[in-house]
């Protein structure tokens, strides 16, 4: 077992450089014939369902049979081989099944591909070689080679109410094995078999296997084991009648809802474990020993940026900030670099990276002034739902956690050049985090996943200000709109780049669409890189006064409510609604006007606040109106990402509601006084005679 161990440790870092730069073999891709029209005993021919049974589905999962076959290759590590066999029932929109793709990444390599149409008198028509169509996207420079692989195919003579079959091998290399099997799939699933087969000698190498059933009740897997070193351990889910997953409109990942089982044989069984194992095969060969050139250059960098400088707060942010400034790429990603960080020297010189290279040359900064830092691995917009109890590799980003004296943390972005320092953009909000350090490090202290600090909707405030006035039959607005916390940084990332004409285009999206040809003037941006500070956008309308016709008090409304009642509808929704921010707003209009000229017109019924503290939205609309000024404020309030299922139909209802509000916000106006003509009036002559009368009757 410990010759075992030693083979194993040793090809984990092997595995590291080797695993993404083997190309996937798509000459080994054969045709396999599919046999004879034999089905397999599960599939009644003549019990067939019908598309009348399934009005809402166009086909149906009629057999699915998975199997990952894992094995351990000295010299390379885990093979995992996954056969897949696959037969579908049309009913309708057979179109569907032009233009396959299968899409497959560089550590794949496919053994063989078939499928055909069987027609209902039992006879098939097989997919032919020739039209079975691979296409390579390579990637190289002078150290790697990746390449990426598509599978295209058309299903031959296919019609209603015809099968069709599938079936695939292919074999992957990793230094663990992890996957998500989905039990539930966009169309109604009749049999469904799992299995997943590991040789006993693995175990005894100290892999484990784990798993966890998420969002559907499956009966514990039929568990066999074999007998010896070259016996397998076999675990089985078999099932029938699996209804179809339905999606429902911003309701988050379907991870968080779609029936699956998630998978992992690894030889961590902890969150500790696997936070040092991480460690030692991703940082550790780039931070820990990282060669003397490369150290200097860190130092080197360290003390020209930070001279003269004593405290060590200022100095960390002074490095951040640094950091900050390089690109973001994972260019790298593509050349053999998928988790393990690029040497410090090589980013250094780009100038750019991804995340784990932001956070290996901070975390190597840090160390340098003396701060205790290290990388953290978190799992950003958390949108697999993250389960504690489930120890597998569930991150996608990665950070730095700083530990300052006295014990007080700071947990820093350094890919998020517009966040405020000591603060975290809003994707690393509200999810897990696990901070990864060297075996021989504090082993006394055990690694566990922690949760992120969430920011409230006060602290993502946007607040506008409009005033606006009338001279010499010219309107004339001037704006200043302020944006802190993460709608500061959203704003920064939208204005950093653009030129004038893009600031009017952003601009005039937000216009009533009636003031097409207001001119916009005085443009200015305020504290674009002051990330302490909060940014100014500000900016003058101008335009005539329409003849007998009013102009808006509000010309620009920055609602942005995603929640629109028509699309997230759904008579049986089931899933919550999650919404993408969380922030505020605070928008005062103000006109002023000479009363013996302009009037104002003000819908009914305009003020309203019908909400309760614990609605995930809010809103207040008040109007103040007085001789020659009115103003009116505007409060919105987004409070949380996500609303229960049962209290989204009222949410819905809140949300009608304020709509009509805004549309009676626009149609605020002051309209000009015009003077109505006098109508002719016959005055008759009161000296006129009955003689004088008399007279002009006789003309």
């Given at each position: 077992m410990r010759k075992i161990e030693k083979i194993i440790s040793a090809m984990i870092v092997f595995l590291i450089f080797t695993a993404f730069t083997a190309c996937a073999s798509m000459n080994g891709i054969s045709n396999v014939s599919s046999g004879e029209s034999t089905l397999p005993p599960e599939i009644k021919i003549n019990e067939l369902p019908s598309g009348e049974q399934y009005p809402?589905?166009?086909?149906?999962?009629?057999?699915?049979?998975?199997?990952?076959?894992?094995?351990?290759?000295?010299?390379?590590?885990?093979?995992?081989?996954?056969?897949?066999?696959?037969?579908?029932?049309?009913?309708?929109?057979?179109?569907?099944?032009?233009?396959?793709?299968?899409?497959?990444?560089?550590?794949?390599?496919?053994?063989?591909?078939?499928?055909?149409?069987?027609?209902?008198?039992?006879?098939?028509?097989?997919?032919s070689e020739k039209d079975i169509y691979h296409f390579t996207q390579e990637r190289k420079n002078q150290e790697y080679t990746k390449k990426?692989?598509?599978?295209?195919?058309?299903?031959?003579?296919?019609?209603?109410?015809?099968?069709?079959?599938?079936?695939?091998?292919?074999?992957?290399?990793?230094?663990?094995?992890?996957?998500?099997?989905?039990?539930?799939?966009?169309?109604?699933?009749?049999?469904?078999?799992?299995?997943?087969?590991?040789?006993?000698?693995?175990?005894?190498?100290?892999?484990?296997?784990?798993?966890?059933?998420?969002?559907?009740?499956?009966?514990?897997?039929?568990?066999?084991?074999?007998?010896?070193?070259?016996?397998d351990r076999s675990y089985v889910w078999e099932n029938r009648n699996i209804p179809k997953f339905k999606p429902e409109p911003l309701m988050g990942s379907e991870l968080r809802y779609r029936g699956h089982v998630e998978m992992q044989l690894a030889y961590w069984n902890t969150w500790n474990g696997f936070a040092r194992d991480i460690y030692e095969v991703t940082f550790k060969p780039v931070l820990d020993d990282m060669s003397t050139k490369d150290s200097q250059r860190i130092k080197s960098k360290v003390e020209d940026l930070t001279s003269g400088v004593s405290d060590t707060l200022e100095k960390i942010k002074i490095l951040t900030r640094f950091v900050q400034t390089f690109g973001y790429s994972d260019t790298a990603n593509y050349f053999g670099h998928a988790i393990k960080p690029n040497e410090i020297g090589l980013i250094l010189d780009r100038e750019y990276g991804d995340c784990k290279d932001h956070a290996l040359v901070l975390t190597a900064m840090l160390r340098e002034i003396g701060v205790k830092a290290h990388p953290v691995l978190t799992a950003a917009y958390d949108t697999s739902g993250v389960d504690?109890?489930?120890?597998?590799?569930?991150?996608?980003?990665?950070?730095?956690?700083?530990?300052?004296?006295?014990?007080?943390?700071?947990?820093?972005?350094?890919?998020?050049?517009?966040?405020?320092?000591?603060?975290?953009?809003?994707?690393?909000?509200?999810?897990?985090?696990?901070?990864?350090?060297?075996?021989?490090?504090?082993?006394?202290?055990?690694?566990?996943?922690?949760?992120?600090?969430?920011?409230s909707f006060s602290d993502n405030l946007i607040e506008k200000k409009v005033s606006g006035s009338i001279e010499n039959g010219i309107f004339k607005y001037d704006v200043s709109v302020k944006f802190t916390g993460h709608a500061a940084e959203q704003g920064r990332y939208m204005l950093e780049n653009a030129d004038r004409i893009s600031i009017e285009k952003i601009i005039r999206g937000d216009l009533l669409y009636y003031l097409y040809n207001a001119k916009i003037g005085d443009i200015k941006i305020e504290n674009m890189n002051d990330t302490d500070a909060p940014l100014f956008l500000k900016y003058s309308l101008t335009l005539k006064l329409p003849e007998n016709s009013g102009i808006p008090v509000v010309p620009v409304v920055f609602f942005n409510d995603p929640v629109y009642p028509n699309y997230v509808y759904s008579e049986d929704r089931t899933k919550p609604l999650i919404v993408p921010s969380v922030y505020s707003t605070l928008e005062t209009y103000e006109m002023v006007f000479d009363p013996e000229k302009f009037t104002v017109s003000v819908p009914e019924k305009i003020e309203d606040n019908e909400f309760s503290e614990d609605d995930i939205n809010s809103w207040k609309i008040t109007v103040k109106n007085s001789s020659g000024r009115i103003s009116l404020t505007a409060g919105f309030a987004q409070k949380g990402k996500k609303v229960e299922t049962e209290k989204i139909p009222s949410l819905l209802k809140k949300v009608t509601g304020f709509s009509d509000l805004r549309r009676k916000m626009s149609m605020v106006s002051i309209i000009p006084y015009v003077e109505k003509p006098s109508p002719d009036v016959v005055i008759e002559d009161e000296n006129k005679t009955d003689s004088t009368l008399e007279k002009a009757g006789e003309k």
């Amino acid at each position: 077992m410990r010759k075992i161990e030693k083979i194993i440790s040793a090809m984990i870092v092997f595995l590291i450089f080797t695993a993404f730069t083997a190309c996937a073999s798509m000459n080994g891709i054969s045709n396999v014939s599919s046999g004879e029209s034999t089905l397999p005993p599960e599939i009644k021919i003549n019990e067939l369902p019908s598309g009348e049974q399934y009005p809402d589905s166009d086909w149906i999962v009629l057999y699915e049979n998975t199997l990952y076959d894992v094995d351990y290759v000295p010299g390379v590590g885990l093979e995992t081989y996954k056969s897949v066999h696959r037969i579908y029932r049309v009913f309708r929109n057979e179109q569907a099944f032009i233009n396959n793709n299968m899409y497959f990444d560089e550590k794949t390599t496919f053994e063989s591909f078939s499928a055909r149409t069987i027609k209902p008198d039992g006879s098939s028509i097989e997919l032919s070689e020739k039209d079975i169509y691979h296409f390579t996207q390579e990637r190289k420079n002078q150290e790697y080679t990746k390449k990426d692989h598509i599978i295209a195919y058309s299903l031959p003579s296919l019609k209603k109410g015809d099968l069709v079959e599938i079936k695939y091998k292919s074999v992957s290399r990793f230094f663990y094995f992890s996957d998500i099997y989905f039990v539930q799939e966009h169309t109604p699933k009749l049999y469904s078999r799992f299995e997943i087969k590991i040789p006993n000698f693995i175990f005894d190498a100290g892999y484990e296997f784990s798993y966890k059933t998420k969002n559907i009740s499956l009966p514990e897997p039929v568990f066999k084991k074999g007998f010896g070193d070259t016996g397998d351990r076999s675990y089985v889910w078999e099932n029938r009648n699996i209804p179809k997953f339905k999606p429902e409109p911003l309701m988050g990942s379907e991870l968080r809802y779609r029936g699956h089982v998630e998978m992992q044989l690894a030889y961590w069984n902890t969150w500790n474990g696997f936070a040092r194992d991480i460690y030692e095969v991703t940082f550790k060969p780039v931070l820990d020993d990282m060669s003397t050139k490369d150290s200097q250059r860190i130092k080197s960098k360290v003390e020209d940026l930070t001279s003269g400088v004593s405290d060590t707060l200022e100095k960390i942010k002074i490095l951040t900030r640094f950091v900050q400034t390089f690109g973001y790429s994972d260019t790298a990603n593509y050349f053999g670099h998928a988790i393990k960080p690029n040497e410090i020297g090589l980013i250094l010189d780009r100038e750019y990276g991804d995340c784990k290279d932001h956070a290996l040359v901070l975390t190597a900064m840090l160390r340098e002034i003396g701060v205790k830092a290290h990388p953290v691995l978190t799992a950003a917009y958390d949108t697999s739902g993250v389960d504690p109890k489930f120890v597998t590799d569930i991150f996608n980003h990665v950070i730095v956690k700083v530990i300052l004296e006295g014990g007080q943390t700071l947990l820093l972005d350094p890919t998020s050049r517009f966040t405020q320092f000591g603060k975290l953009p809003e994707m690393d909000e509200d999810t897990y985090i696990l901070e990864i350090k060297p075996k021989n490090d504090e082993k006394d202290i055990k690694i566990k996943l922690e949760k992120t600090p969430v920011s409230s909707f006060s602290d993502n405030l946007i607040e506008k200000k409009v005033s606006g006035s009338i001279e010499n039959g010219i309107f004339k607005y001037d704006v200043s709109v302020k944006f802190t916390g993460h709608a500061a940084e959203q704003g920064r990332y939208m204005l950093e780049n653009a030129d004038r004409i893009s600031i009017e285009k952003i601009i005039r999206g937000d216009l009533l669409y009636y003031l097409y040809n207001a001119k916009i003037g005085d443009i200015k941006i305020e504290n674009m890189n002051d990330t302490d500070a909060p940014l100014f956008l500000k900016y003058s309308l101008t335009l005539k006064l329409p003849e007998n016709s009013g102009i808006p008090v509000v010309p620009v409304v920055f609602f942005n409510d995603p929640v629109y009642p028509n699309y997230v509808y759904s008579e049986d929704r089931t899933k919550p609604l999650i919404v993408p921010s969380v922030y505020s707003t605070l928008e005062t209009y103000e006109m002023v006007f000479d009363p013996e000229k302009f009037t104002v017109s003000v819908p009914e019924k305009i003020e309203d606040n019908e909400f309760s503290e614990d609605d995930i939205n809010s809103w207040k609309i008040t109007v103040k109106n007085s001789s020659g000024r009115i103003s009116l404020t505007a409060g919105f309030a987004q409070k949380g990402k996500k609303v229960e299922t049962e209290k989204i139909p009222s949410l819905l209802k809140k949300v009608t509601g304020f709509s009509d509000l805004r549309r009676k916000m626009s149609m605020v106006s002051i309209i000009p006084y015009v003077e109505k003509p006098s109508p002719d009036v016959v005055i008759e002559d009161e000296n006129k005679t009955d003689s004088t009368l008399e007279k002009a009757g006789e003309k």
